[in-house]
């Protein structure tokens, strides 16, 4: 199984600042996704990523997939309250999705 | 489109008593996914069905967790007996193609 590690576990930044959180694998990802959840609330997907190398932007978020296909970062710029949520990202095997245990972050105005 | 949508919301039960969680997945998915989500093991995935047809029930933690899918819209994670550890957020999830729609989850609560 593959055992995937994101870090940092938490984080806590003030309204306006960059950050960058990491996911890692042990294995080469066949494709990866990055969710959000917000408190009560289920995960959304954010993005996929299946070429190494392969940059995706949403808006103020920009996803990397490194070019071995065994890591992938996501980057927010000048970070809001309303981006405050567990990130997670997951790996895809055929129709199955394994989770890291996720970032939280905290944006505070 | 609802989304997927789960029952209940929240459930409170004593130990030993039986726990029926249900989920209806979005119309037009074939997979449907059950994960149970603790801040000690995050998101773990259950089991997941593709046309109703369990595929991969690996994760279920032991013989009193159950899963049926009847039809394309139904599923069911039952625990029975239930225990404290299996206090939890249970989410399930439908998808047609790699993009998952995660319900809003049944918190568990087994004391």
């Known amino acids: 199984t593959q055992l995937l590690e994101q870090s940092p576990q938490f984080l806590s930044i003030q309204e306006g600042e960059n950050l960058t959180v990491y996911c890692n694998s042990s294995?080469?990802?066949?494709?990866l996704q990055w969710y959000r959840q917000e408190p009560g609330e289920g995960p959304v997907l954010l993005v996929t990523?299946?070429?190494?190398?392969e940059v995706k932007k949403l808006k103020r978020l920009t996803f990397q997939f490194g070019d071995a296909r065994k890591d992938s970062s996501l980057h927010i710029t000048a970070a809001q309250p309303g981006d405050t949520g567990l990130y997670l990202c997951?790996?895809?095997?055929?129709?199955?999705?394994?989770f890291g245990e996720g970032t939280q972050l905290t944006v505070n105005p | 489109d609802a989304g997927v949508i789960q029952s209940p919301r929240h459930e409170v039960t004593e130990m030993g008593q039986e726990v029926t969680l249900r989920c209806k997945p979005i119309s037009g998915h074939n997979s449907l996914f059950w994960y149970r989500q603790t801040m000690m093991r995050g998101l773990e995935l259950l089991i997941y069905?593709?046309?109703?047809?369990?595929?991969?029930d690996s994760g279920m933690p032991e013989d009193r967790f159950s899963a049926k899918m009847p039809n394309a819209s139904f599923s069911t994670l039952k625990i029975q007996p239930s225990e404290p550890r299996d206090s939890a957020v249970y989410f399930c999830?439908?998808?047609?193609?790699?993009?998952?729609?995660f319900g809003n989850g049944t918190r568990l609560t087994v004391t």
């Open positions: 999830a439908s998808s047609f193609g790699l993009v998952l729609h």
């Open positions: 294995s080469v990802f066949s494709s």
């Open positions: 997951g790996e895809t095997s055929g129709s199955r999705l394994t």
């Open positions: 990523v299946v070429t190494g190398g």
């Open positions: 069905f593709n046309n109703n047809v369990p595929i991969d």
